[in-house]
Structure formats: structure tokens, C-alpha cells
């Protein structure tokens, strides 16, 4: 498998970036030279061997159905850029 | 139409019932302030970490086993990439490789035909907050109240084939849902959702057609008219020789139309990958067992027992048990009046018609069952004629008062007095001779004529029985 300068478009293009076209080129190149040292992995036979999801072995931890209230919304909406009491400001989206 | 046929396909979301949100202890209580009940974790603030609500599996286990699905002893949640400002991680939590649960079926029937429908998955999600857009500013208000509220969505087979289908399945799955009590099926407030994906095929052809995926649908009548809208519309477009476009299309209420989202079509690219902030969820044997045992006689099996148990037409059963609560109302009611007939009759007249009247639910009913069994009991002594108790129903309902009082309050006890009947009779008889002859000569019909008057002049309070017996006796 290898990434095009288009696929390296597309993918800028997903995550709202808009790359100089050389720096597309560059990133094309650098995503090529991961997939080919993860292409090491892939000479393993592991036909038979469950995929893993997590390397973290414990089970399933739950939480029990109880409200808590740590912060208030004040400190929450005081990480915002922009605010006014109530809401986060952001640029107007066209929803 | 006639030479197409409808392939629909729904997928449903519901809002689980729990206190909390999924992955953090936020209240999900509706209605608040703007960004009261958020945190660290909901506000995606970097260095948290989710962790799994119970109860939420609990809900999602349970709708699971309800529909027949198969429960995955292990699934997996993962990461639906997408900006929006509503979604503040850049990702939802959703499960899309390993779902909770699959295979399941739900059973419908429209215009008196059964069809199973296939069920194939129900995962867990959260749901997103809300933005309000400025009109006049460049400015989006974002509240993440509803960010991290638990979600289960239910996406079933393309086994639906018209517009009456879709709806069919809607109400047996919401009804379920409400059932076991893990989701309040509330469309307009969105605790119920419903996307669906409609296309067209030349009758019995195998291949399915170009779809289209139809959202803002948040009343069952919307969910149907624009079901019906679209399928005309490709097949418009089939006739001319066009081609249907795959696309996402709103439904427009006012037009009752729908309408292409275009341009949005790109961002369908949600490079799904296991989220490494959650371990696989493993679903233990006692908790699924615990589960299948806490599951209530649902609305299907209800509406079968009401009508081989207690006589009922099958349209009153479907009516009566639709609404988990309203069932309820029924058979606590004919446990203290055990005439399940006129129970049903009472509840499907009078008690839905104040119920709506003040958008109440039946659990919340001020006409408590025992007023509806007390006001019954009333007709059948004598003490009140049926009209009366009609008249007074809804000043039970209103006062909270019992029937007795408000029979005593008013005066309206049923005049069954035969000296005080008779008087009244007389002076009837007395004041239309022309039709008294009438009678005699063999208009039997008049008997109406005398009773309604007889009604009339003692303001319906007569009893009806003794009120005939007595003209009878008089005219022979």
C-alpha cells in the first residue's frame, strides 16, 4: 500500500489543513516511509491470532450511575477562547 | 409507483434513561442552563479519561435481549472522527467493528399482515450538544449539556418496503423501548430519533437501488410523509431516465418535502479505529442473565394476554397496551371493576380524551382508577345514570374529586323515586295529548319522544329504566 499525494490531499483536507502543495509532497513521502518500516510487522504469520484492541489486560471497569459535580461552569467556560457566561463562542458554523 | 417497489432501511437513536452520562458522572437532566452539566471529560479536555456507565450497558443489554439479538460477550468501542464544535473531542465515542449486539428481529403488523423485520445491530454511542448559529454575528453558541449523553442506535435490515412499515416498526420499537423503561421515546424533545434510507427497485428485482439517507424526522407523520415523498420522488426520477444520487436529504416540514444537504457528502469519511481510552466491554453471563429476568411482559405479548384474558377487540388491546402505563391504568382499574368491556370503553373515550386534553401521561392521571371503578359502581346501583357519570368525568378529572362527592356536591344523584317520577311523567302525558293519541293509535316510536322529555324536564337525572316502565304502565 502506498499514499498519493492525493490520498496525503484528502486526508489534510479531512482534518480542516490546507497544506503549501510541496508540504503535501513531503508528508505523502513521510507517510510512505512509516508504511513501509510498519511493513516489517506484516512479514509475521498471524493468521490464527485475535486481533489486539488494547495492550492494557485488566476488564471492563464501570462506573456505578451516580451523579458528581467537580468543576463548576465558570472554570469550565474559562478554557474557552471566547465566552459569555453561558455558552462557548466559536465561529459561526452553517449547520 | 406501481412498476417500483420501496426498500427502507431505519436507523433509530435512543437517549438511555440513566442519571448519568456515559463515560462521566454529569447529570443528564434536561432542560438546564447552558453548559451546567459538563466536565473535564464531556468538554474533551486533554489528559481525561471515559469510564463506562453500568447502567447504560444494563439499558443497551436489555433492548438487546427484547429484540432477539444476540449479545456479543465482547465488543469494542471506537473512535467516529468528524469536526463540529458540538463534538469537542473531534471524535465520538461509538462502536463500529464489534457492536454490542446483533441479529435481532422485531415483529410488526400493518393493515392486519404480520412481517418480521430484521434487526441487524444496536450499539452504544454518545450523543453530541447543541449549537445555536447567530444570525447576525459570526459567532456559533455551543452547549455540551447533551455531550456524552448515552445513545443506543438500532439499525435495522432493509426489510421495510413502505412508508406504513417504516411507522409500524417505529412504534413497536419506541413502545419496547418505553416498556423497559430505559428510554422515555420522547421525538420531540429527540430522546427518540430516526434516520431513514429509502430506495427504489423494479419490482422484484434482487439489486437494491441508489439510496437516499433522510434525516429530520421527528414525528412519526414526518417519518411517513417523507418516507412517501421520497419514494416518489425516485421514482420521478427513474421514469425520466435519471439516475437517484447517494446523498443525505433533509425533510422539510413546512413543504413536506425533502431536500439535498450538498456538499456534505466528503465528510462521510469517518476513519473509525478502536478508541485506546476504553478497554473492550466484556459482558459477564450473570450480567446478561440478570438482564433477561428484569425484562417485563412487552407490549406484544401484553396486547395478545389483553385480548384472549379479558375479551378485548383487537384494536382496543393495541390501543390500551401501546403506552406501557396506560396498560397499566386498564388492569388496575378492572382489578376493582372486573368488567373489562366497559373499563376499556371508559379509558379509550372519556379518560384519552381529558388525557390529551391536558397532555398528561396516565400515570400522572388525576382520574385515578379507583374514581373510574367508583363512578362504574355508581351506574350499576342506580345512583347515577351513565350520562350523568359521562357528564361528570371530567370534573373528576379536573377537581381530583371523588365521583361520590361530586355527585353529592351537585345534587346529581339518579332520581329513581317512583312518586316523584310519576308526577313528572303525568305532567308530560298531560301537556302533549296530540301525541299521547298517536301512541295509543300505534305509534310506538313516540316512547323516545316521552323519555327524552321526561329527561329533559328532570335535567337527565331520571332514571332511564323506571322512567320507561312508568310511561309504559300509563299508556296501556
Not at chain 1, 479531512?14 to 508540504?23: F, H, M, Q, T, V
Not at chain 1, 508528508?27 to 504469520?45: G, H, P, R, T, V
Not at chain 2, 448559529?133 to 432493509?158: C, M, Q, W, Y
Not at chain 2, 396506560?326 to 372486573?338: G, V
Amino acid at each position: 500500500m502506498s499514499i498519493s499525494t492525493d490520498d496525503a490531499a484528502k486526508v489534510a483536507g479531512l482534518a480542516r489543513l490546507n497544506p503549501a502543495p510541496e508540504k503535501i509532497t513531503q508528508f505523502a513521502d513521510q507517510f510512505n516511509d512509516i508504511l513501509d518500516y510498519m511493513q516489517k510487522l506484516n512479514e509475521l504469520d498471524t493468521s490464527g491470532i485475535e486481533p489486539l484492541y488494547t495492550p492494557v489486560t485488566h476488564e471492563t471497569v464501570f462506573r456505578d450511575d451516580e451523579v458528581l459535580k467537580e468543576y463548576s461552569r465558570e472554570e469550565l467556560l474559562g478554557n474557552a477562547p471566547e465566552t459569555d457566561g453561558n455558552y462557548f463562542i466559536v465561529p459561526r458554523i452553517v449547520g | 409507483m406501481s412498476a417500483y417497489e420501496a426498500v427502507i432501511g431505519l436507523e433509530v437513536h435512543a437517549q438511555l434513561r440513566t442519571r448519568t452520562k456515559i463515560f462521566c458522572s454529569c447529570s443528564t437532566e434536561f432542560g438546564r442552563e447552558p453548559n451546567s452539566n459538563v466536565c473535564p471529560v464531556c468538554t474533551g479536555m486533554p489528559g481525561v479519561l471515559p469510564v463506562l456507565n453500568r447502567r447504560a450497558v444494563e439499558y443497551a443489554v436489555k433492548m438487546g435481549l427484547a429484540v432477539d439479538c444476540t449479545v456479543n460477550p465482547r465488543s469494542v468501542f471506537a473512535r467516529k472522527n468528524y469536526f463540529y464544535p458540538d463534538l469537542p473531542k473531534a471524535y465520538q465515542i461509538s462502536q463500529y467493528e464489534l457492536p454490542l449486539a446483533e441479529h435481532g428481529r422485531l415483529r410488526i403488523a400493518t393493515n392486519g399482515d404480520e412481517k418480521t423485520i430484521g434487526i441487524t445491530r444496536i450499539h452504544m454511542e454518545e450523543d453530541a450538544g447543541k449549537s445555536i448559529h447567530s444570525a447576525t454575528e459570526n459567532k456559533s453558541f455551543v452547549d455540551l449539556n447533551r455531550t456524552g449523553v448515552p445513545l443506543i442506535e438500532i439499525v435495522s435490515e432493509p426489510d421495510l418496503r413502505s412508508a406504513d412499515e417504516a411507522v409500524a416498526y417505529l412504534k413497536a420499537l419506541r413502545a419496547i423501548l418505553v416498556y423497559l423503561e430505559i428510554c422515555d421515546g420522547n421525538m420531540e424533545e429527540g430522546s427518540f430519533r430516526c434516520d431513514a434510507n429509502v430506495s427504489i427497485r423494479p419490482k422484484g428485482a434482487l439489486e437494491l437501488g441508489t439510496r437516499a439517507e433522510l434525516k429530520n424526522l421527528n414525528s412519526f407523520r414526518h417519518v411517513h410523509k417523507a418516507i412517501e415523498y421520497e419514494i416518489s420522488r425516485q421514482a420521478v426520477l427513474l421514469v425520466d431516465g435519471e439516475k437517484v444520487t447517494q446523498e443525505t436529504r433533509l425533510f422539510d416540514v413546512d413543504k413536506g418535502i425533502t431536500v439535498s444537504m450538498r456538499g456534505k457528502e466528503e465528510a462521510h469519511d469517518y476513519r473509525y479505529f478502536p478508541d485506546p481510552d476504553l478497554v473492550p466491554l466484556l459482558i459477564a453471563p450473570e450480567l446478561l442473565a440478570d438482564m433477561g429476568r428484569s425484562i417485563p411482559e412487552l407490549p406484544q405479548a401484553r396486547e395478545a394476554r389483553f385480548i384472549t384474558e379479558y375479551g378485548l377487540p383487537e384494536a382496543a388491546a393495541q390501543t390500551l397496551t401501546a403506552e406501557k402505563d396506560l396498560a397499566d391504568y386498564f388492569e388496575a382499574a378492572t382489578r376493582l371493576y372486573p368488567e373489562p368491556q366497559k373499563v376499556s370503553n371508559w379509558i379509550l373515550s372519556d379518560l384519552l380524551r381529558e388525557l390529551n386534553q391536558a397532555k398528561t401521561a396516565a400515570v400522572d392521571s388525576p382520574l385515578t382508577p379507583e374514581h373510574l371503578a367508583e363512578l362504574l359502581g355508581m351506574i350499576d346501583s342506580g345512583q347515577i345514570s351513565s350520562r350523568i357519570a359521562k357528564q361528570i368525568f371530567p370534573d373528576v378529572f379536573t377537581t381530583k374529586a371523588s365521583p361520590q362527592e361530586i355527585v353529592e356536591r351537585k345534587g346529581l344523584a339518579q332520581i329513581s323515586d317512583t312518586g316523584t317520577l310519576e308526577a313528572v311523567v303525568d305532567s308530560i302525558l298531560t301537556a302533549n295529548p296530540k301525541e299521547v293519541e298517536a301512541f295509543k293509535s300505534g305509534k310506538t316510536k313516540l316512547m323516545g319522544f316521552f323519555v327524552g322529555q321526561v329527561m329533559r324536564q328532570t335535567k337527565g337525572q331520571a332514571n332511564p329504566d323506571l322512567v320507561n316502565k312508568l310511561i309504559m304502565e300509563k299508556l296501556q
